[in-house]
């Protein structure tokens, strides 16, 4: 087993979840902003260079995070335009992260039928 590995993406990994909750404590900013921020991170990192070491430094470390799915996005538009051309801006994104998205579908559908709702009161 690499522990260097496991050091890098738990430092990687964790110096995000640091970002992020120095973000909601010390903003007004919502979870859900923060949350947008972060994929839009990915994608803008991504598109200037800088996401692609990180992600062969880190490995889970950078590709967990939602930053990591902003990188799948712009990782897929790019591979569907080298192959598609202009197409692949409008496929390239969904195909790349289509597995997670239906995770995350499937998993809030099971959860909400597991649970009951309550009032806030």
């Known amino acids: 087993m690499d522990w260097w590995m496991i050091v890098k993406a738990f430092l990687v990994g964790g110096g995000f979840c640091v970002i992020g909750q120095l973000l909601v404590d010390l903003t007004k900013l919502t ?9 839009t991170a990915g994608v803008l990192l991504t598109a200037v260079g800088v996401y692609d070491p990180l992600v062969q430094f880190a490995g889970a470390g950078a590709t967990v995070p939602l930053t990591g ?4 996005l712009a990782m897929g538009v790019r591979e569907a335009i080298a192959k598609d051309g202009v197409f ?11 597995g997670g998205i ?20």
């Open 31 to 39: 979870p859900a902003r923060i949350l947008v921020g972060y994929v």
């Open 69 to 72: 799915f902003g990188y799948s």
């Open 88 to 98: 692949g801006i409008l496929t390239g994104g969904l195909t790349a992260t289509a």
């Open 102 to 121: 239906a995770a995350a579908v499937t998993f809030s559908l099971l959860a909400a039928l597991c649970t009951r709702s309550k009032d806030k009161s």
